[in-house]
């Protein structure tokens, strides 16, 4: 289960770059393409906009997982960082 998750945090990150790169390059519709047009007028405030955005619902979903983790893995003994912590 460690691994699962531990695999879950780096993959999210990498299904959020993907989809952002295909939307992009192909979309009809998404934050990818208001992205690309706003690159193509010379519009930086909507770019900055649009990337607070991804940011704001990229730190929730990480902030979702690691509450999913701290759920699943309350058995698991904490680690060296934790323990001091406490």
């Given at each position: 289960?460690t691994?699962?998750?531990?695999?879950l945090?780096?993959?999210?990150?990498?299904a959020?770059?993907?989809?952002?790169?295909?939307?992009?390059?192909?979309?009809?519709?998404?934050?990818?393409?208001?992205?690309?047009q706003?690159?193509?007028?010379?519009?930086?405030?909507?770019?900055?906009?649009?990337?607070?955005?991804?940011?704001?619902?990229?730190?929730g979903?990480e902030?979702?997982?690691?509450?999913?983790?701290?759920?699943?893995?309350?058995?698991?003994?904490?680690?060296?960082?934790e323990?001091?912590a406490?």
């Open positions: 289960m691994w699962i998750i531990a695999s945090h780096t993959a999210f990150g990498f959020i770059i993907g989809a952002l790169v295909a939307e992009v390059l192909g979309a009809q519709q998404g934050i990818g393409l208001i992205i690309s706003a690159q193509g007028t010379f519009d930086p405030n909507t770019v900055f906009a649009c990337m607070v955005i991804i940011a704001v619902i990229t730190l979903a902030y979702l997982i690691a509450l999913l983790e701290h759920t699943l893995l309350k058995w698991r003994p904490p680690n060296r960082s323990a001091q406490i």
